[in-house]
């Protein structure tokens, strides 16, 4: 037998059904920059931090040390230029008048550029404990959630080691394989 039925026209609905991930825009792991004991876990798990944040606190005892030290070695560098730059200028002075020789004069621009090279070496010094001490506090690089805490309060971490998984969650990406027969079904916006 045969079956016959009207013509007539509809819309057919095509679904594509997938199977993927959710994963979020960006997705970093925060290291320790420096070696130190985690003292404090400012953000746990699943805790959302602004960008800049604390999460967690090292031990900062040593790298403040080591700044007061650069500190009190610039003021000695500092009080060197001030004196060289006195006698230089004395005996730009006594050279004026034939106090001194050609040599002691030379000498004393040479005790001024050491004293004045001390110094640049000393800022220099002074900067890097200044960013060392700065790196005793691990902060959120953008907006977003921490994903995994790797280690707990009082761990010795080594420069390097993983401290949190963080990740931006504000808009998540949904990533999977589309066979290629279904290309046709898939669009940008569905």
Known sequence: PVRTAPVATRDLDEVLVLTGALRPRAQVQLVAEVQARLLKVVRDEGAYAGAGDVLAVLDETDFRLAADRAKAALAVAEANRTHALAEKERAENLLKTGGITDKEHLQAQVVLQVAEAQMAQ??????????????????????????????????????????????????????AQVPSADYGKAKIGA
């Open 122 to 175: 000393v800022k220099a010094e002074v900067a890097i404990a200044t960013q060392q001490l700065a790196r005793t506090e691990i902060r959120a690089p953008f907006a977003g959630r921490v994903a995994k805490r790797h280690a707990d309060p009082g761990a010795m971490l080594g420069n390097g080691a993983p401290v949190f998984t963080f990740v931006d969650d504000g808009v998540l990406e949904f990533r």
